[in-house]
Structures are given as structure tokens and as C-alpha cells.
């Protein structure tokens, strides 16, 4: 028997619910992608007329949500009944999951900035939140703050404890509204702000920053143009917001 190919086709099964209604119209065209046995094609075909593989792609799927929804709650908040039909898209460009949580929360991630960039997804809150989140979690993944790091034999960069994300809308209005999950619209100014992650001390803090100040902050972390130099420069290396090179 040809087990990896069968533990494939079974993978793919419960990672794919449309995969196994189209199984159960036409078992040759879908088995015939895998090399498999006569025997192995029966035992499949079999599998996916059973009531349980139902409940089985239920539990794939919840699980694979769980992290989504864990380490980034306001984006799916905002997607709302949204959610769903991006998910499938995500699901179905990704039928396996990556090894770890990190890798599901990019790959969604990435197929939402392509939606957005293409206008296919049009919400000017999503994609903010969406990075704030992300910051968020990458900042949790570092280890206990120590010394900082090393200088490097480069330019001057931003400390890798910090994150700076960009909004249309004041996050100090916009944020406390996603986490009471009040359903937008809101009646929110639009301009340019930045909020400041800040991850150098055991207490994470956020806070808005002038738009100068961000927009500097973001191209030493490679986010924008103005690449600070001179005294602005030794200004956020005397702030410990950037490390020499």
C-alpha cells in the first residue's frame, strides 16, 4: 500500500471539506490525484460517506481558527460576517496549517494585505489593526527584556523592542472602541497618527506619537522614507527608541 500518498489524500480530506463533496460525486477524479491503491481509493471513498468526517473538517477548521482569534481578535471583530469568506480563501490556499501559530497568523495576515492592496477587501480600519496586532504579537514573542542588543556594522536601526504602526484615525479613540467590540462606523477624524509600542521594560506601553516622530521611528525599522540623520538622529539614540549601527 501506498501509505504517504493515502495519508495524504486523508489529510487533504479533512482539510477540505469541498474535497470531499466532490470525493462523493466523483471518487476517481479526486483519488486519482494521489497514488493510491484500488483498495486504498475504496477505504477513502468509504471514509468520506461516513457521518463523523463531517464533524472532523468542524474540528480541523475550529482549530485552526483558535490562534486567529487568540492573537488577533479586533481584526476578526471588524471582519465580522466577513470573516468567513476570508477564512475559506486563507483555507483554501493553505490547506495544511503551518507548524506553528506564528506562521498561521502571517499567512492570514498576508492574504489580507493583498485583498485590501487590490481593493477586493475595503475597510480603512482593517489594515491598521490588523499591523497592531500583528506588533503586538511579535512583541510578545521576544524574550524577557536584558541589555540591549549588540551594535551591528550597519546603519542605525530601531530597537527591536519597539513597533510603530500607522492609523488613519486616532487609535486612542478608535482602539478602546474594538476592545468594548462597538460595531463600527465611528464617527472618527481622519489624519495621520502613529502608536508606539514599547517593549524595553517588562510593562509593555502604547502610545501616540507626533507624526514626525513616527514617521522616523518607521524608516529606521524600514516602514517609511525619512531616515532620520544629524541631531534627530542622536535624538532617538539618546532616547534608547533606536541603536547605532
Known sequence: ??????????????????????????????????????????RLAAVVLQRGMATSCSLYRANRLAPLLLFLPLT????????????????AAHARPGDLAEQELHGFAELLR??????????????????????????????PPGADPAPGDGPARAHPRV???????????????LDARQAPPYALEEGEFYLLLDARSPERAASTVPPRLGRLLRALDGGGEDAPAGKELEALLAAGLALPG
Not at 513597533?163 to 472602541?177: G, K, S, Y
Open 114 to 143: 493583498a485583498r485590501l492592496a487590490s481593493g477586493e477587501l475595503e475597510d480603512p480600519l482593517l489594515g491598521p489593526v490588523l499591523e497592531y496586532e500583528l506588533a503586538g504579537f511579535t512583541l510578545g514573542l521576544l524574550p
Open 1 to 42: 500500500m501506498s501509505l504517504k500518498g493515502f495519508q495524504r489524500a486523508l489529510a487533504d480530506l479533512v482539510a477540505t471539506p469541498e474535497l470531499c463533496r466532490a470525493a462523493r460525486s466523483d471518487p476517481s477524479a479526486v483519488f486519482g490525484r494521489y497514488e493510491l491503491t484500488p483498495l486504498e481509493e475504496r
Open 76 to 91: 476578526c471583530f471588524l471582519l465580522g460576517p466577513r470573516l468567513r469568506g476570508e477564512l475559506d480563501l486563507f483555507w
Open 163 to 177: 513597533r510603530v504602526v500607522a492609523f488613519r484615525h486616532d487609535p486612542a479613540a478608535l482602539l478602546p472602541l
